[in-house]
């Protein structure tokens, strides 16, 4: 299973809504990702949970909150957000092996704030 | 910040061979070339990657030159599906995790 999954596909919310995305793997990969990604642009890496433990904030506003419950299980909590941060909002996660990785995307969620 | 230099856009030819350059004229020993591609409305899909060897796996070719500052993608015989935003990222080897930095990639077009 190469798999990783989010939920949900699409979600719309207002700026005073909280809500979560969520994002799964079992392949056993020890470090997760988020990324955002505008319309046109590039990913931009957000957070890096490596073993659990958050490695990289890059500056994210506190609105977005990660978590790690488990090895297997990634989340994003929503807060007050701004219709500037519509975005398509990735999750990945990689394993280290033999000197190398590859990052295994998933197929994201479309957030709109409206 | 991204460290490499892509064209922003390139066609080829179904069945023809692509060639995707990328510049990368400051890195560093430690530092290994990545390549992910992106199809519409996807998550990023890794290809290969490389530190100094030319690299083959079943989707691609990767030519480093000799100084480590530029690279080519190869895709030997594009099919319509090769359709994306293909991006070069340079990344320092690291044990606990990997830090993409994307840049703007190219746009490749692939035409019947």
């Known amino acids: 299973d190469t798999e990783v999954t989010q939920t949900p596909k699409h979600l719309v919310m207002g700026m005073t809504n909280k809500k979560s995305l969520k994002c799964e793997q079992h392949m056993g990969h020890r470090a997760m990702y988020w990324y955002k990604q505008k319309a046109k642009k590039p990913p931009e890496l957000m957070f890096v949970y490596s073993y659990e433990k958050l490695s990289i904030n890059e500056s994210v506003p506190s609105r977005f909150s990660p978590e790690c419950p488990n090895s297997s299980l990634l989340n994003l909590h929503l807060h007050a957000l701004q219709p500037e941060d519509s975005a398509l909002y990735l999750c990945?996660?990689?394993?280290?092996?033999?000197?190398?990785?590859?990052?295994?995307f998933g197929p994201g969620t479309r957030l709109t704030v409206t | 910040d991204a460290k490499t230099t892509q064209p922003p856009s390139m066609d080829c030819a179904e069945g023809r061979a692509a060639n995707l350059p990328c510049n990368h004229s400051t890195i560093s020993g430690n530092e290994y070339v990545y390549w992910y591609r992106q199809i519409h409305s996807q998550g990023p899909q890794y290809i290969i990657h490389?530190?100094?060897n030319n690299e083959t796996n079943e989707m691609a070719s990767l030519i480093i030159t000799e100084d480590r500052k530029s690279s080519t993608l190869i895709l030997p015989h594009a099919t319509l599906r090769d359709t994306a935003v293909y991006y070069c990222i340079v990344v320092p080897m690291n044990t606990g995790f990997q830090k993409l930095v994307f840049g703007t990639g190219t746009r490749l077009l692939v035409s019947p």
């Open positions: 990945a996660s990689s394993h280290y092996t033999g000197g190398s990785y590859e990052q295994y």
């Open positions: 490389g530190l100094k």
